[in-house]
């Protein structure tokens, strides 16, 4: 078979705010299979046909986004291809199985409760109530527990790959960061989300990740609460077997750098 391309009334270019967008328009001859089912599968496989994602050959910047083949007579057949500059997504993927990502990082406040202030020390208040109204009550001291907002990044991309997502979605769902990831310390980033989507029949898949990011680690407080009042007592033990205040490790680890992300 043989392709012959760029006639020159069958291209056209155009400029848009994305960059160039390309059509070549040729006539592949030699098609075997004439009237058949196999015939524009034939044509579409012969070995001049350029492949989905490659670069245009000549225009930087530009890739094969849409490839459309109609039959003529004679054993040819019509061949027309779009070049033009691919969102994120559409970004084929390469030989790792994985295309480039649309990218998003945003930052929200979110509620949650500490017995600590901002310098991290454990916040106490004391009532004398020799003072008042009970003279023989010497000054009593206990923890606080307030509502504060906390910051909260949050990290997104999705990217097209090669597989569906089913197997990191056991591996990562639900855990944190055993190393250093993306520049983010040990233990501070959560992954929220994977999920993925095909719209070729499985060749291809748009997967979503979506992780949270705590600089204080994900770690939950457990802390001693005096049944009398309902509150923690003052200067609680941090360490021992009476300690009145402890950090508790509730997620499993992954290493998120197999992902092969980027933010």
């Not at 901002?118 to 307030?146: K, M």
């Not at 680690?217 to 509150?231: E, L, Q």
């Not at 007592?233 to 992902?259: R, W």
Request: hydrophobic letters at 35%; proline letters at 5%; glycine letters at 8%.
């Amino acid at each position: 078979m043989t392709i012959e391309f760029d006639k020159a009334e069958n291209g056209g270019l155009k400029l848009t705010s994305s960059g160039f967008s390309v059509t070549r328009s040729g006539v592949i001859s030699g098609v075997a299979g004439e009237g058949t089912d196999a015939y524009l599968v034939n044509a579409y496989n012969d070995a001049q046909m350029p492949a989905y994602g490659s670069a245009h050959p000549t225009i930087a910047g530009i890739i094969l986004l849409d490839i459309s083949i109609e039959p003529m007579p004679c054993n040819k057949a019509r061949v027309v291809l779009s070049y033009r500059v691919p969102d994120p997504i559409e970004q084929p993927v390469d030989e790792t199985g994985t295309g480039q990502g649309l990218i998003g990082i945003s930052a929200r406040s979110v509620q949650i409760q500490t017995e600590k202030d901002r310098d991290e020390n454990q916040i106490s208040v004391a009532h004398d109530f020799s003072a008042t109204e009970e003279p023989d009550r010497e000054i009593e001291r206990q923890g606080g527990v307030v509502s504060s907002m906390a910051a909260q990044t949050v990290l997104r991309q999705t990217r097209t790959e090669s597989a569906h997502s089913l197997s990191i979605s056991l591996t990562h769902i639900n855990t944190i960061n055993e190393l250093e990831a993306w520049g983010f310390p040990a233990e501070t980033l959560l992954c929220t989300k994977v999920a993925s989507t095909s719209n070729d029949g499985g060749l291809t898949y748009s997967v979503s990740y979506e992780f949270q990011h705590d600089p204080n680690k994900w770690t939950a407080t457990a802390v001693f609460i005096d049944p009398r009042t309902g509150r923690p007592p003052d200067a609680l033990a941090t360490t021992g077997a009476n300690a009145g205040i402890k950090e508790v490790d509730l997620y499993h680890v992954s290493d998120f750098n197999f992902l092969n992300l980027s933010f």
